[in-house]
T-cell receptor, first 113, second 117 residues
Framework: AQSVTQLGSHVSVSEGALVLLRCNYS??????LFWYVQYPNQGLQLLLK??????LVKGINGFEAEFKKSETSFHLTKPSAHMSDAAEYFC???????????FGAGTILRVKS | GAGVSQTPSNKVTEKGKYVELRCDPI?????LYWYRQSLGQGPEFLIY????????DSGLPNDRFFAVRPEGSVSTLKIQRTERGDSAVYLC???????????????FGSGTRLTVV
């Protein structure tokens, strides 16, 4: 069965600093990987997804993530944090169409001015 | 529709009552998923439908929870004898294989916030 571990339940960065949110996955077969963002009292918004094409995936709002098979990682980065990036971020793994999506516990990102 | 629609957006019910939560997926999406997100946690899988049938119901916590999708589009999640521990946001997602190109993954609705008092 697949699983996701997000290191750090809370991450705090200064405005303009690099954002790095860590995600490691476990999967018996090549996975599909996703990052979602959730603002308070709102639904899940897809940031980006890896579906076995390019290993460096660019998403919305300046975020990107790199699939590293050797490290079983899919860390999310953004070069310069904005106040509007403050939210909760979820990494998730799936075996593909027709399979459930398994989420990590989430990381709350705080951006300090 | 253009997106996944969930109704109601909020539901407050008394302990012991029966509730129904509705999900209207993207038109043409054959796969439909229900998730539950408790406060401070990531979404947890409940059940997956492929067409009208439940292909995987391994996430349903107990027999008070049941879901149907009789015509392969709209789905209803039903909770009997609600308990305070059922309070959570219930999320629905849909998915479909593309005719061309890569798979787009899952599209989530905004959820139904259920509060059992």
């Amino acid at each position: 069965a697949q699983s996701v571990t997000q290191l750090g339940s809370h991450v705090s960065v200064s405005e303009g600093a690099l954002v790095l949110l860590r995600c490691n996955y476990s999967s018996s077969v090549p996975p599909y990987l996703f990052w979602y963002v959730q603002y308070p009292n709102q639904g899940l918004q897809l940031l980006l997804k890896y579906t076995s094409a390019a290993t460096l995936v660019k998403g919305i709002n300046g975020f990107e993530a790199e699939f590293k098979k050797s490290e079983t990682s899919f860390h999310l980065t953004k070069p310069s944090a904005h106040m509007s990036d403050a939210a909760e971020y979820f990494c998730a793994v799936s075996l593909g169409y027709g399979n459930k999506l398994v989420f990590g516990a989430g990381t709350i990102l705080r951006v300090k001015s | 529709g253009a997106g996944v629609s969930q109704t109601p957006s909020n539901k407050v019910t008394e302990k012991g009552k029966y509730v129904e939560l509705r999900c209207d997926p993207i038109s043409g999406h054959t796969a439909l998923y229900w998730y539950r997100q408790s406060l401070g946690q990531g979404p947890e899988f409940l059940i997956y439908f492929q067409g009208t049938g439940a292909a995987d119901d391994s996430g349903l916590p107990n027999d008070r929870f049941f879901a149907v999708r009789p015509e392969g589009s709209v789905s209803t999640l039903k909770i009997q004898r609600t308990e305070r521990g059922d309070s959570a946001v219930y999320l629905c997602a849909s998915s479909s294989l593309p005719l061309t190109g890569s798979w787009n993954g899952y599209t989530f609705g905004s959820g139904t916030r259920l509060t059992v008092v």
